[in-house]
Structures are given as structure tokens and as C-alpha cells.
């Protein structure tokens, strides 16, 4: 059986000293499926849902976790809806065809929508995000970024040379989207590049944000995060930083963020799930298994998902 090792970290850290946040307890969950989970959405606490390889999108009732399609083996790699019955999941068919998919779920069934993703042979899709049923985002490389607008998806090319792992955002006038050496931000009009010089040369591939003016960002946990105050991107450094990336990002409040990150081997330790407290970063939970993408219904209940159909469910102590 696949342990976690919590890390028990002692005290108040500078401050809220007031109000300390309860540290989550993580533990497995078997998930329904053995292949690499990618990433993890919901629309409440007992409605999840988490997409990865081998056509794996697996569903969380509030009670188990359970295979939801099996008739195709495309490899899934972000998953958003607006609702229990609009549901979206991004990604491409294989590795030796990269050709995008985009996946539909109406409340019954899942349904590919071809209109947009089977007109290019290239590039992969990401991830997906969106602020309504009718104002949604797929991103990928080579410059991918497509629009739904409720009834048919647009091309949005931004130029070849951004590439997009991960597209977050707070409202439908403040998006963000990041990939190695991309940042780029959307405010209602257009996708206009970063160019602060603190971004050179980052490889990206996480982040998230409470407001326009408190964004996160992160990739090598070695170089730390990058943290976004309206005017510039800093750097955050945690003492604790190891080598990895960060792949998923996932925040409650601008004083409850959590990240997960993976180093691409096996073993003791090479999976990390982080967590902001609103004053600094720091490693709350290690597993033997890569981790991959986090999500959170509220501060008390948080998913994180994994390599070879790995689910942690974080909650409070009892």
C-alpha cells in the first residue's frame, strides 16, 4: 500500500497569528482507474471529476470513484465546467498523434466535439478553463488558444511561439495562461504577453490567482514560485524547495493555496503537494507517486491526483 508522509510542522509562521488554518490530512483513495491522472475539477464536494491517459475520465459521487468512459484511449490532460451538466476535458489522441481532442459532458454522457480540434493535426490541448457555459477556453502549444462562446469554438492563435500548459483565471476580464517561457494574460479584449524580466527563460507549468492583483505561478520547484502584485512578478523561494515541477495549482482564498508537484521518477519522496498559508510556501505532504494536479471544494475538502491512478483526499482531522 502507497504511503503518505505527513510532515508535521510546528508553530505559527508569521502573520495571521490570530486565525491559523487547520493543516489538511491526506490519504488514498482508490480512484477506478490504474492509468496517470493529469488533472482534477469539480462542480461541488460530492461532484469531481479527473482526467488522464489511456481515454481515463473518472467520477466522484460523494461516495466512490468511478470509470466514466471507456470507449476511446486519447490521453486527457485538463478537465473544467461551468456546472454538473457542462463539463469539459482537453487534450490529444496519442503520443505518437498529437492531433487535439475536446470532450463534452451534457449530464448524461461524454461526447467528442469535433468542430475545432479536428481541424488541425497539431498542437496538443492542455488544459481547459472558463467562467460560464458560454465563455470557455482550451489552450495548448504552438500558439493554441481556442474559444467557446456557448455555441461554437474560434481559433484565437496568439503566434507559434507561446506554448500553454495551464489556463486559469478569476473573471472573463482577468485570465492567465503559462508554459515554458509564456505568460500571457487576457482582459476581456485580447491575450497580450508578460514581459517582465523576472519571467526570462521560467518554464511554467502551474498557477493560480484570487484576484487580478495576487497571481501565482510556478514550474522548477527549485527556482521557487512567482507571485504577481498588479505591477510585478517577484519571486517566493521556499526553504523547503526540492527539485520537480509543479503541475497543478488550486486556491480557496488568497491565504489557502495548494500546488502538487513531480520529478518524472519513482520513489520515496518524488511527489509533493504544497500549500500557501498566506505568509509562506511550504511542503505539507510526500508521496512515492508523481503528482500532477489539485483541487479544492472548500478549505476543509481538497483532491489531488497522480501517476497510475493516484487520488488523495485532503480533510480535516476528526
Same mark, same amino acid.
Do not use: K
Given at each position: 500500500?502507497?504511503?503518505?508522509?505527513?510532515?508535521?510542522?510546528?508553530?505559527?509562521?508569521?502573520?495571521?497569528?490570530?486565525?491559523?488554518?487547520?493543516?489538511?490530512?491526506?490519504?488514498?483513495?482508490?480512484?477506478?482507474?490504474?492509468?496517470?491522472?493529469?488533472?482534477?475539477?469539480?462542480?461541488?464536494?460530492?461532484?469531481?471529476?479527473?482526467?488522464?491517459?489511456?481515454?481515463?475520465?473518472?467520477?466522484?459521487?460523494?461516495?466512490?470513484?468511478?470509470?466514466?468512459?471507456?470507449?476511446?484511449?486519447?490521453?486527457?490532460?485538463?478537465?473544467?465546467?461551468?456546472?454538473?451538466?457542462?463539463?469539459?476535458?482537453?487534450?490529444?489522441?496519442?503520443?505518437?498523434?498529437?492531433?487535439?481532442?475536446? $470532450?463534452?459532458?451534457?449530464?448524461?454522457?461524454?461526447?467528442? *466535439?469535433?468542430?475545432?480540434? *479536428?481541424? @488541425?493535426?497539431?498542437?496538443?490541448?492542455?488544459?481547459?478553463?472558463?467562467?460560464?457555459?458560454?465563455?470557455?477556453?482550451?489552450?495548448?502549444?504552438?500558439?493554441?488558444?481556442?474559444?467557446?462562446?456557448?455555441?461554437?469554438?474560434?481559433?484565437?492563435?496568439?503566434?507559434?511561439?507561446?506554448?500553454?500548459?495551464?489556463?486559469?483565471?478569476?473573471?472573463?476580464?482577468?485570465?492567465?495562461?503559462?508554459?515554458?517561457?509564456?505568460?500571457?494574460?487576457? *482582459?476581456?479584449?485580447?491575450?497580450?504577453?508578460?514581459?517582465?524580466?523576472?519571467?526570462?527563460?521560467?518554464? @511554467?507549468?502551474?498557477?493560480?490567482?484570487?484576484?487580478?492583483?495576487?497571481?501565482?505561478?510556478?514550474?522548477?520547484?527549485?527556482?521557487?514560485?512567482?507571485? $504577481? *502584485?498588479?505591477?510585478?512578478?517577484?519571486?517566493?523561494?521556499?526553504?523547503?524547495?526540492?527539485?520537480?515541477?509543479?503541475?497543478?495549482?488550486?486556491?480557496?482564498?488568497?491565504?489557502?493555496?495548494?500546488?502538487?508537484?513531480?520529478?518524472?521518477?519513482?520513489?520515496?519522496?518524488?511527489?509533493?503537494?504544497?500549500?500557501?498559508?498566506?505568509?509562506?510556501?511550504?511542503?505539507?505532504?510526500?508521496?512515492?507517486?508523481? @503528482?500532477?494536479?489539485?483541487?479544492?471544494?472548500?478549505?476543509?475538502?481538497?483532491?489531488?491526483?497522480?501517476?497510475?491512478?493516484?487520488?488523495?483526499?485532503?480533510?480535516?482531522?476528526?
Amino acid at each position: 500500500m502507497i504511503s503518505t508522509w505527513l510532515l508535521a510542522l510546528q508553530g505559527c509562521v508569521g502573520g495571521d497569528v490570530t486565525a491559523p488554518q487547520p493543516r489538511l490530512v491526506w490519504s488514498h483513495v482508490p480512484s477506478g482507474t490504474a492509468d496517470d491522472l493529469w488533472d482534477v475539477w469539480g462542480s461541488s464536494a460530492t461532484d469531481v471529476w479527473a482526467v488522464g491517459s489511456n481515454g481515463s475520465i473518472v467520477h466522484y459521487d460523494g461516495t466512490r470513484w468511478a470509470r466514466s468512459l471507456d470507449s476511446v484511449s486519447y490521453f486527457f490532460r485538463g478537465v473544467w465546467g461551468s456546472g454538473p451538466t457542462d463539463i469539459w476535458a482537453v487534450g490529444f489522441r496519442s503520443f505518437n498523434n498529437t492531433t487535439p481532442v475536446i $470532450f463534452h459532458y451534457d449530464g448524461n454522457g461524454w461526447a467528442r *466535439d469535433a468542430s475545432v480540434a *479536428d481541424t @488541425l493535426p497539431w498542437p496538443p490541448l492542455s488544459d481547459v478553463w472558463g467562467t460560464s457555459a458560454s465563455n470557455v477556453w482550451a489552450v495548448g502549444y504552438g500558439g493554441w488558444i481556442s474559444h467557446f462562446d456557448g455555441s461554437r469554438w474560434t481559433h484565437a492563435s496568439v503566434g507559434p511561439a507561446f506554448y500553454s500548459d495551464r489556463i486559469w483565471g478569476t473573471s472573463a476580464t482577468d485570465a492567465w495562461t503559462v508554459g515554458p517561457q509564456t505568460v500571457l494574460h487576457h *482582459d476581456g479584449i485580447g491575450w497580450y504577453s508578460q514581459s517582465d524580466s523576472v519571467l526570462t527563460a521560467r518554464q @511554467l507549468s502551474a498557477g493560480w490567482g484570487a484576484r487580478q492583483d495576487d497571481q501565482w505561478a510556478a514550474g522548477s520547484t527549485e527556482r521557487g514560485f512567482l507571485h $504577481f *502584485d498588479g505591477s510585478r512578478w517577484s519571486p517566493v523561494v521556499p526553504d523547503d524547495a526540492t527539485s520537480g515541477f509543479i503541475y497543478g495549482m488550486w486556491g480557496v482564498t488568497p491565504s489557502r493555496i495548494w500546488a502538487v508537484s513531480r520529478t518524472g521518477t519513482t520513489g520515496p519522496g518524488v511527489g509533493a503537494i504544497w500549500e500557501y498559508n498566506g505568509t509562506q510556501w511550504l511542503i505539507v505532504a510526500r508521496d512515492t507517486i508523481n @503528482l500532477t494536479g489539485v483541487w479544492a471544494s472548500s478549505a476543509s475538502d481538497a483532491w489531488v491526483v497522480g501517476d497510475f491512478g493516484t487520488v488523495l483526499h485532503g480533510t480535516l482531522a476528526h
